[in-house]
């Protein structure tokens, strides 16, 4: 393996960490948005408080296994400069292995990000259905 190998990696890692920040920053205003909220108390803000709490977890670990991804490539890459094959080829192993955690983690926070998706979906479908103001007889006619 040679010097090219792990530098490959480096845009990619640098990417992903990029778009893990937007995530991070888009979750980050969710949040807000709802903390200023008029109720907090609302089903659909409670219903909505459990997903965002794994999401910010999921969220720094995935941050967390990209940037030790990147720091693993970054001395895979000296090592390989500094001729020790051995030690460049196991640090660019764990890269690429920190670096599938973090995409299994993101696919995880993604899935979580769908469901509180369904949620408000559910309840603007609510909100949009007419109230039965008009009692219906026992034969279900109005």
């Not at 990619?12 to 709802?34: G, K």
């Not at 720094?60 to 895979?76: D, I, N």
């Amino acid at each position: 393996m040679n010097l090219t190998t792990p530098a490959l990696l480096f845009p990619a890692i640098s990417l992903l960490l990029l778009a893990y920040t937007n995530r991070f920053l888009t979750l980050a205003q969710v949040v807000r948005q709802l903390a200023a909220s008029l109720d907090r108390t609302a089903p659909l803000v409670q219903g909505q408080l459990p997903g965002l709490k794994r999401r910010i977890v999921l969220t720094q670990y995935m941050q967390s296994f990209g940037v030790l991804s990147f720091l693993l490539c970054a001395l895979s890459m000296f090592a390989l400069f500094m001729e020790a094959q051995t030690t460049g080829q196991l640090m660019f192993g764990a890269s690429i292995l920190t670096l599938a955690l973090s995409l299994v983690l993101s696919l995880i926070e993604v899935l979580i990000s769908t469901e509180a998706l369904s949620v408000v979906v559910k309840d603007l479908e609510q909100a949009a259905r007419p109230q039965d103001s008009v009692a219906r007889d026992p034969a279900g006619r109005r």
